[in-house]
């Protein structure tokens, strides 16, 4: 009878990956960085260790949505006080920071927990095709 092989975190061999944001849908750009950081591309895939790989994503600004959800859809944050509601429309969030844009539908999209803290970390999210990674060589993913 076979065992199930359970991968060890300090055997993991981390890639980097770079993704070209400009006319890419936000949500099918998402899924796509949400499985390399989680590591489900890997062969040896195991749910609770990090097994996933670095994503540098470049273009933030010139992401698309689909129907009217750059009018309908909403980011909404409370501090917990009294009227501490803000709630802004997509619009508003890409035209001042569309890094949290793409954070928060990749965020989302990850297990909760200490785990999803330590993946998220491994996202890097650039506003134009500039990034300080060449070092790094990252391979080139299309969508």
Known sequence: MQK????????VQKKWYLVDAADAILGRLAVKVAVILRGKRNPAYTPHVDCGDFVI???????????????????????????GLKVIPLETMLAKRPKTVIRLAVRRMLPRGPLADRLIKKLKVYVDDKHPHAAQKPE???L
């Open 4 to 11: 199930t092989y359970t991968l060890k975190k300090n055997v």
């Open 57 to 83: 994503v470049t273009n933030a600004s010139k992401i698309k949505v689909t129907g009217r959800k750059m009018a309908q859809k909403k980011y909404s944050r409370y501090s917990g006080y009294i009227g």
């Open 140 to 142: 080139v993913i299309k």
